[in-house]
């Protein structure tokens, strides 16, 4: 089966400038995550959506971020205006979740973000 | 919320030998617990994953015990071999009906392992 997609691989911007990250799931996997992954550090949960509901946006720095996943399937998550600290991996995974379960998380290849 | 600490940060080992990377949890609710291996620049992948309800689980060279009265679990790779050189990352989450936390994951810090031939 295809894995978990993500676009672009890498991005390089300016500071002050938005970016966006696309990200489209294993087919039929219901829960969406966004992860934050800074260099020699693990991933860091952003989001996690339910379908089309953001179930946990806790770590979410909603002042610049915002995240969407519209029909339950893609997922954009953006970045606006983007700031130094922001360079890091944006990893996407995606999961088959019942209730009370929790089933493996697979993630995509990340998008790497480069903030100059 | 949360939190785990990952041991050693990096891990030198010949080829042939064992390598153990132990890993420590403060939440008592957690009760899944995956491990990840992420080769440089590539996705993270699970190798392995054990739940509260037992104590140890084996997959080929791969094994992982948990201890639920200390809180930790730890990762154990027989016979290693240079294509086992990666980043290992442990997790930990709570399965069950409701609360934010389910399905979160909570990942150590890393262990770099490196396998010499």
């Known amino acids: 089966e295809a894995g978990v997609v993500q676009s672009p691989r890498y991005k390089i911007i300016e500071k002050k400038q938005p970016v966006a990250f696309w990200c489209n799931p294993i087919?039929?996997?219901?829960?969406l995550y966004w992860y934050l992954q800074n260099l020699g550090q693990g991933p860091e949960l952003l989001i996690r959506y339910e379908n089309e509901e953001a179930v946990d946006d806790s770590q979410l720095p909603k002042d610049r971020f915002s995240a969407e996943r519209l029909k339950g399937v893609d997922s954009t998550l953006k970045i606006q205006p983007a700031e130094l600290g922001d360079s890091a991996v944006y990893l996407c995974a995606s999961s088959f979740s019942l209730a009370g379960t929790t089933d493996t998380q697979y993630f995509g290849p990340g998008t790497r973000l480069t903030v100059l | 919320g949360e939190n785990v600490e990952q041991h050693p940060s990096t891990l030198s080992v010949q080829e042939g030998d064992s390598a153990v990377i132990k890993c420590t949890y403060s939440d008592s609710a957690s009760n899944y617990f995956p491990w990840y291996k992420q080769e440089l620049g590539k996705r993270p992948q699970l190798i392995i994953d054990?739940?509260?309800?037992?104590g140890e689980k084996k997959d080929q060279r791969i094994a992982v015990t948990l201890n639920k009265t200390a809180k930790h679990f730890s990762l154990h790779i027989t016979e290693t071999q240079p294509e086992d050189s990666a980043v290992y990352f442990c997790?930990?989450?709570?399965?069950?009906?409701?609360?934010?936390?389910?399905?979160?994951?909570?990942f150590g810090q890393g262990t770099i392992l490196t396998v010499h031939p």
């Open positions: 997790a930990a989450t709570q399965e069950g009906a409701g609360g934010t936390s389910y399905g979160k994951l909570t």
């Open positions: 054990i739940r509260s309800n037992v």
């Open positions: 087919s039929g996997h219901n829960t």
